[in-house]
């Protein structure tokens, strides 16, 4: 069945409408895809903490004339003509970087997260060295330490974790493996853990070592932007953050750092780790960056923080109790386990519904890997598109039904209301 081009274009206007005609006409196939995609997200709650909304005036960046702008190298210093403009949209990029994340140096080419990570140890580390991260059962990320990843093979891993009775990051312990193991580099951060850091505690530490201290915001970035959460660029040698997810920008990544190590970062982005940047990219995180520093994203960010808070609430009320007992950011995870149901099947059942949210490994967890007992949950998407507390809320409630009593074809008719009330906007 064909999908009709109302639904691809139902939230375009102008010079994106006119470019969904020419993808249709070139290509129905992918142009139904798309369409089905739309679809698929307008009868859906979509809580994965990875994902977000981007902005529209991102996405009118994005399909830009700088989509296909070969810029290799940096501004003023590019391997091919024509670049000017280019480089006035890069500069702009980096300027809005320092200015508001108020850090030395910025470098806003690498392609993601995970990119960033590896251009940070290009510059820092040698392979073999020896790195302190939190440990990936904890809530630490592939790039610190896995071993399917180049991390985990290139360099030496030792993990640091929470205490098991509060779940809370256990410094105490960071202190006394940094002793014994003198890593050349400590990581502070993690992929679900819903607490603030300490950056003052890490960075004595790393400086108690003569440790490079590396700070992992990709999930929070949205949050020390708009001044939610502490931010980790006075006390880190490099911070690698992320423009997507709660920045609402282009998927990509964003390295800050001390103009000490200003030179080496850039060359461990390029030419050691990557090619010429993606500009259309590039540009779109110029816009998303201002947005960022627009009074209306720091409300935002307050109501995303918000609404994770009452989520976590309506889970634990539901016997699914949140990790760290709550949350201080757009994040939550939570223990299905009372419920008698394994992060998997959480995962499985809510999805059947139209509810999206990942599985996830808890702190201790007695569950295998490929199933868990947690969930992680993220509020970002619902609040951009205009869900607070009170939609929050019945979520909890709707995820507590479906893992409890099973599906119900009420929930998930309920769910697609709530979705499509909603659809649209942001």
Not at 46 to 73: C, F, H, M, R, W
Not at 173 to 197: C, D, F, M
Not at 323 to 329: I, K, L, R, S
Request: glycine content about 12%.
């Amino acid at each position: 069945m064909t999908i009709t081009d109302a639904a691809y274009g139902a939230t375009t206007t102008g010079g994106h409408w006119q470019a969904s005609q020419a993808l249709r006409r070139a290509d129905p196939q992918v142009a139904d895809l798309l369409a089905a995609e739309g679809e698929r997200r307008a009868e859906s709650l979509q809580l994965l903490a990875g994902e977000n909304l981007t902005s529209p005036a991102v996405l009118a960046a994005l399909g830009g004339p700088l989509i296909d702008k070969y810029a290799e190298g940096y501004p003023g210093r590019r391997h091919h003509s024509g670049c000017a403009l280019a480089d006035a949209a890069e500069l702009l990029a980096v300027d809005r970087a320092r200015s508001l994340f108020a850090a030395p140096h910025a470098n806003v080419q690498p392609r993601s997260g995970t990119s960033a990570m590896l251009a940070t140890y290009a510059a820092l580390l040698k392979p073999g060295d020896v790195v302190l991260a939190m440990s990936l059962e904890h809530g630490g990320h592939l790039s610190c330490g896995s071993r399917a990843n180049f991390s985990g093979r290139w360099f030496e891993f030792v993990g640091y974790g929470v205490r098991e009775a509060d779940q809370l990051i256990d410094l105490d312990q960071v202190r006394e493996l940094a002793r014994h193991h003198r890593p050349k580099a400590i990581i502070a951060g993690g992929i679900s853990y819903p607490r603030h850091l300490d950056w003052a505690a890490f960075r004595e530490i790393a400086d108690e070592v003569d440790a490079y201290l590396i700070a992992s915001v990709a999930q929070t970035t949205g949050l020390v932007a708009a001044g939610v959460a502490p931010s980790p660029v006075p006390y880190a040698d490099v911070t690698v953050a992320a423009t997507h997810k709660l920045l609402r920008g282009p998927r990509g990544g964003l390295l800050l750092c001390t103009g000490e190590l200003a030179e080496r970062i850039d060359r461990a982005v390029f030419p050691f780790t990557q090619g010429g940047a993606a500009m259309n990219e590039v540009a779109g995180k110029a816009v998303a960056l201002a947005e960022a520093a627009a009074p209306a994203y720091r409300e935002y960010v307050l109501r995303a923080v918000a609404g994770a808070r009452a989520l976590a609430q309506g889970l634990a009320d539901a016997a699914m109790p949140p990790v760290t007992g709550g949350t201080d950011t757009h994040l939550v995870t939570a223990d299905v386990s009372p419920l008698g149901v394994t992060g998997a099947e959480a995962e499985r059942r809510c999805a059947a519904a139209g509810v999206l949210l990942g599985k996830c490994a808890l702190p201790y967890d007695p569950a295998p890997a490929a199933e868990t007992s947690g969930i992680r949950l993220g509020t970002g998407t619902v609040t951009a598109q205009g869900m607070g507390v009170p939609e929050l809320t019945e979520i909890a409630v709707l995820v507590g039904q479906l893992l409890s009593g099973g599906a119900d074809a009420r929930i998930g008719a309920r769910v697609r209301e709530l979705a499509q009330a909603f659809a649209g906007r942001g």
